[in-house]
């Protein structure tokens, strides 16, 4: 159970007039995002040894001052939600261990290789871990008969 996500009914932005439909929001560090449609990829969710990775199309969700009502962004992001090892780098970690390393090849023209492959690899708005009330999620991590009662609410039961 992930706290930084609910599940939602909303309208169509398509189709204000069809059924609701069931969409996502992620909440990242204070800032919310709602999916757009299905995942754009989530095979790896469905195998009991993956890191249950699903990625979706997303919005950024604004409060309108005084109306208690929300409008999304005219922008379009990625969101990619996965269970981390713990020895894991995240994805923007690696990244940059990349262009580090590139940049110390000399290329054409004055150019380093970091800086011919950028265009080739996303812009990170976020990356994240997910915490709980300032701790660490650490129920990845930890065995399926685990138990410790100083953990409550971060070890799923």
Request: no cysteine; aromatic share 12%; hydrophobic share 30%.
């Amino acid at each position: 159970y992930d706290p930084t996500v609910k599940r939602q009914q909303v309208s169509s932005p398509n189709s204000p007039n069809s059924p609701p439909v069931i969409a996502y929001e992620y909440e990242v560090e204070g800032r919310r995002y709602l999916t757009e449609g299905g995942p754009i990829s989530e095979t790896a969710a469905y195998h009991i040894t993956s890191r249950a990775t699903r990625v979706w199309l997303v919005r950024e969700i604004f409060n309108r001052p005084g109306d208690g009502k929300h409008s999304l962004s005219d922008d379009y992001f990625v969101l990619r939600d996965a269970w981390l090892y713990s020895d894991a780098k995240l994805e923007s970690e690696i990244r940059n261990d990349i262009f580090e390393r590139l940049s110390k090849i000399a290329a054409e023209e004055g150019k380093t290789l970091a800086d011919a492959a950028k265009p080739y690899f996303m812009t990170f708005k976020k990356d994240w871990r997910v915490e709980f009330d300032g701790k660490r999620d650490i129920s990845f991590e930890l065995p399926l008969d685990y138990s410790d009662s100083s953990l409550t609410g971060l070890v799923p039961t």
